[in-house]
């Protein structure tokens, strides 16, 4: 079975401050892939970053960064020095190579970022 | 813009009652997936088709059928409506594989069904 965990449900930090945002995985799989995905207020669902299971490099996105640790079945998203803009909801999401790599998404973190 | 398109962007509806939703996906994109968000159940993948053949189901009700045409665009077709089914539908395409993508899933901008 195939399940993410996201156990933030709610997080509000002010302007400025870093957020780590929790991933955590099940697959029997040995291929997969994990994305993160933004939901603003407006409601589109905006495509972040796509690790595969053979890619433990954590990556940097201007201030967004990325780290997978397979070891313990999680794929952290971080925030550094949060801007208002960047309140949503945010998704991550399991794609197992052998289901069409259709997507599974954890229940989402709200995430509030106040002046 | 994802280069996704979705209609209609809401729809109201009564129980009982019979809708289709219609996704295009970005031109030269083969696959269609539908997702459904609901405030008990989340996104939750509902079906996949992959140049007019059904690949893959998920949590898809009986009353719930989908289809991929010619064309490539989509179209659910949600039938004896309840409460429950209230949600926002989302429709994503992938580019085939192959093609240098990275299977991201493109996603439409949804669309809102309220059932009455």
């Known amino acids: 079975a195939q399940k993410v965990t996201q156990a933030q449900t709610e997080i509000s930090v002010v302007e400025k401050e870093d957020v780590t945002l929790d991933c955590v995985y099940e697959t029997r799989d040995t291929t997969y892939y994990l994305f993160w995905y933004k939901q603003p207020p407006s409601g589109e669902l905006v495509f972040l970053i796509r690790r595969n299971s053979f890619d433990e490099q954590n990556e940097i996105s201007g201030r967004y960064s990325w780290n997978f640790q397979k070891s313990t079945s999680s794929f952290n998203f971080t925030i550094t020095a949060s801007q208002v803009v960047d309140s949503a909801v945010y998704f991550c999401?399991?794609?197992?190579?052998?289901?069409?790599?259709?997507?599974?998404f954890g229940k989402g973190t709200s995430l509030l970022v106040t002046p | 813009d994802s280069g996704v398109t979705q209609t209609p962007k809401h729809l109201i509806t009564a129980t009982g009652q019979r809708v289709t939703l219609r996704c295009s996906p970005r031109?030269?994109?083969?696959?269609v997936y539908w997702y459904q968000q609901s405030l008990d159940q989340g996104l939750q993948f509902l079906i996949h088709?992959?140049?007019?053949?059904?690949?893959a189901k998920g949590n898809i009700l009986e009353r719930f059928s989908a289809q991929q045409f010619p064309d490539l665009h989509s179209e659910l077709n949600l039938s004896s409506l309840e409460l429950g089914d209230s949600a926002l539908y989302f429709c994503?395409?992938?580019?085939?594989?192959?093609?240098?993508?990275?299977?991201?899933?493109?996603f439409g901008p949804g669309t809102r069904l309220t059932v009455l």
């Open positions: 031109s030269g994109d083969l696959s």
């Open positions: 994503a395409s992938t580019s085939p594989r192959g093609t240098g993508s990275k299977n991201e899933q493109f």
């Open positions: 088709y992959y140049n007019g053949e059904e690949r």
């Open positions: 999401a399991l794609s197992p190579s052998n289901s069409g790599y259709a997507l599974n």
